[in-house]
């Protein structure tokens, strides 16, 4: 089966599945926002009703090919070390860094993402004020996230603090059981459950 990202989250959202569990979807203004491997879709919702969406192409392709260029890693290396960094939300001197006995890579690979992520919050606040600017009242309330990227440690912080707007994991979905999977969240799957929806 195949369907677009925004249409599939959009079925899944309008077919009365709960995210984490909050019922506000319905009153609020929402941007879910995919971190795919070779594009970001961000797609907004206002008072439950799909508003449009916006691919960015860039995605944690991006993040892959800087540790490959800077660091001299492996495809494999890259995909390990930028899940497994450092949590990128926190921020440290170089003293700080000493004291919590930061390796100089670990460093390194925490300021590469940092880069990067940061031209994603660029890409990501132009949409933003798309949105706001079309109507007046037009807000973002609320944040949440999926998709390979996401998983990265801090992530969902570091979108909040940069945006000032409550940003979340999608960890659940109400009505589905992750059974016999090493994955804790539903994070890895929600365009396929939205897919297997039909209208």
């Known amino acids: 089966v195949l369907d677009l ?7 899944l959202l309008q077919s009365g599945f709960l995210i984490n569990g909050d019922s506000d979807f319905n009153t609020k203004s929402v941007a879910v926002i995919d971190f795919g491997y070779s594009h ?9 009703q799909y508003k449009f969406n916006r691919l ?21 290396e890259a995909e390990e070390k930028k899940i497994s960094l450092v949590d990128i939300s926190e921020v440290y001197t170089q003293e700080e860094a000493h004291l ?14 940092k880069n990067v992520v940061d031209t994603w919050i660029n890409e990501i606040e ?24 996401s998983q990265m440690e801090g992530l969902d912080k570091y979108l909040q603090d940069a945006f000032n ?9 109400t009505n589905v059981t992750v059974q016999n999977s090493t994955s804790k969240t539903m994070m890895p799957f929600v365009n396929a459950l939205g897919a297997m929806i039909r209208r």
């Open 100 to 113: 919590l006995m930061l390796d100089e890579e670990t460093m390194r690979i925490r300021n590469i993402v």
């Open 56 to 76: 960015i192409t860039q995605g944690s392709e991006t993040l892959d090919h800087n540790l490959i260029s800077f660091l001299d890693y492996t495809k494999r």
């Open 126 to 149: 132009r949409i933003f004020k798309f949105h706001t600017t079309r109507s007046a009242g037009n807000a973002i309330d609320k944040i949440y996230i999926y998709g390979g990227a």
């Open 5 to 11: 990202q925004s249409n599939s989250i959009d079925k």
């Open 40 to 48: 970001i879709n961000v797609v907004m919702f206002d008072k439950g």
């Open 165 to 173: 707007i409550p940003t979340t994991r999608i960890r659940q979905i």
